[in-house]
């Protein structure tokens, strides 16, 4: 694997994530499922997508939300969580393993 596969796929998955926030204040309700604000889902299944369909480019299988959950989880906290998201989500691409933290 190209050592910069990571960073510019983060990149492009950070931007990706960055027009979604833009979308928060139009998403004010709760999810009727999970309980969770609108936002948070639709950022996360969002990530989802974008991570699958990069993994069905390279021939791999389809994740479910668990990992993206997993992740998401992990960059929590942070103070720049969009970036460590988008990081760990391009780790779930490209990397055989799930990333640590």
Partial sequence: ???RAIPRLA???FQSLEDQCKLRK???GTD???GEPEWIVAE???MLTIVNRER???GKPALDLRPIRRVE???CGHSDYTRKFA???AELVLLDKEPKP
């Fill in 73 to 75: 989880t992990m960059a």
């Fill in 1 to 3: 694997m190209n050592p």
């Fill in 11 to 13: 990149d492009a998955f």
């Fill in 26 to 28: 139009q998403r004010t």
């Fill in 56 to 58: 069905a480019t390279l």
């Fill in 87 to 89: 990081i760990y989500c």
């Fill in 32 to 34: 009727k499922v999970s």
């Fill in 44 to 46: 996360r299944d969002h």
